[in-house]
T-cell receptor, first 117, second 112 residues
Framework: ETGVTQSPTHLIKTRGQQVTLRCSSQSGHNTVSWYQQALGQGPQFIFQYYREEENGRGNFPPRFSGLQFPNYSSELNVNALELDDSALYLC????????????????FGPGTRLTVT | GENVEQHPSTLSVQEGDSAVIKCTYSDSASNYFPWYKQELGKRPQLIIDIRSNVGEKKDQRIAVTLNKTAKHFSLHITETQPEDSAVYFCAAYGGSQGNLIFGKGTKLSVKP
């Protein structure tokens, strides 16, 4: 198992609500990426944070936002939840992403299963 | 941007047989290609990866090959065992978008 943890494990929200998901990266990893995995699909890149700043974003609307903290933890916030937001949300940590290909390895947390009703 | 195609979507083999999963990518700037194994209800687990300066890499029963010219890479599992049953994802990294792009996955079933 990796040293990446996520909370909560499961979450049920109502359409229109807001949610915050949390991730604790592996010690020493200053880069965290967030992914959305719909049922039966591969993970889709939401965004990446490096040294507490957004370092790339996938094709997700602004109501998906994030934060990264100095203690290797991070958050994914989703506003105005929609039914299609129901998915497994995964965070993945990696070493300094700017160090080149040797630091590309990403280690996933166990995920948060979000259900929007 | 990068696009990763993965085939087949499902694969069923007898225990002891070999399994091969193939992926193609579109962005020639991609230079890192990991493979993840995801068991039901669990996190994707990195099982092997390959960099673009290497053509083949092997780790016990698992091997990955990369053809940069054709922009495709493959996962080979030999002597399959029931515990190899899972969904396998290929991914590409380092292209113009600078993040992992995943294929849609292959559900491997190994029958005892």
């Amino acid at each position: 198992e990796t040293g990446v943890t996520q909370s909560p494990t499961h979450l049920i929200k109502t359409r229109g609500q807001q949610v915050t998901l949390r991730c604790s990266s592996q010690s020493g990893h200053n880069t965290v990426s967030w992914y959305q995995q719909a049922l039966g699909q591969g993970p889709q890149f939401i965004f990446q944070y490096y040294r507490e700043e957004e370092n790339g974003r996938g094709n997700f609307p602004p109501r998906f936002s994030g934060l990264q903290f100095p203690n290797y933890s991070s958050e994914l916030n989703v506003n105005a939840l929609e039914l299609d937001d129901s998915a497994l949300y995964l965070c993945a940590s990696s070493l300094d992403v700017t160090s080149g290909v040797s630091s590309y390895e990403q280690y996933f947390g166990p995920g948060t299963r979000l259900t929007v009703t | 941007g990068e696009n990763v195609e993965q085939h087949p979507s499902t694969l069923s083999v007898q225990e002891g047989d070999s399994a091969v999963i193939k992926c193609t990518y579109s962005d020639s700037a991609s230079n890192y290609f990991p493979w993840y194994k995801q068991e039901l209800g669990k996190r994707p687990q990195l099982i092997i990866d390959i960099r673009s300066n290497v053509g083949e890499k092997k780790d016990q029963r698992i091997a990955v090959t990369l053809n940069k010219t054709a922009k495709h890479f493959s996962l080979h599992i030999t002597e399959t065992q029931p515990e190899d049953s899972a969904v396998y994802f290929c991914a590409a990294y380092g292209g113009s978008q600078g993040n992992l792009i995943f294929g849609k996955g292959t559900k491997l079933s190994v029958k005892p």
